[in-house]
Nanobody, 124 residues
Framework: QVHVVESGGGLVQPGGSLRLSCAAS????????MGWYRQAPGKERELVAA???????NYADSVKGRFTISRDNAKNTVYLQMNSLKPEDTAVYYC??????????????????WGQGTQVTVSS
């Protein structure tokens, strides 16, 4: 009943920009945090950026100063603005939402939901 849907990936040249969007929907009691991970071929999935319900943000060192995460609480949507893209940024980007669905509300538990992934390719 909870869904996380991503959009915005694509092909961009080095130095270009992309904006990824991710919306969580369904039977949600509250959202603790949302974030973006990426996984390149042959590499482990890594955290790119995350934002908590209180607005605290974390960024991977490799994207600091280039990527910006933001959140629209009214829409349960998180965005990743990616500027000055490099070929090394090429990866499948996954959105995650750590949230409390209604089925576990009041139990102290939360669950992590993942988007389907969107391909970002930075190439000339």
């Amino acid at each position: 009943q909870v869904h996380v849907v991503e959009s915005g990936g694509g092909l961009v040249q080095p130095g270009g920009s992309l904006r990824l969007s991710c919306a969580a929907s369904g039977s949600i009691f509250s959202i603790n945090a949302m974030g973006w991970y990426r996984q390149a071929p042959g590499k482990e999935r890594e955290l790119v950026a995350a934002i908590t319900s209180g607005g605290s943000k974390n960024y991977a060192d490799s994207v600091k100063g280039r990527f910006t995460i933001s959140r629209d609480n009214a829409k349960n949507t998180v965005y990743l603005q990616m500027n000055s893209l490099k070929p090394e940024d090429t990866a499948v980007y996954y959105c995650n939402a750590d949230l409390v669905p209604w089925v576990v509300a009041g139990t102290g538990s939360f669950r992590r939901y993942w988007g389907q992934g969107t391909q970002v390719t930075v190439s000339s």
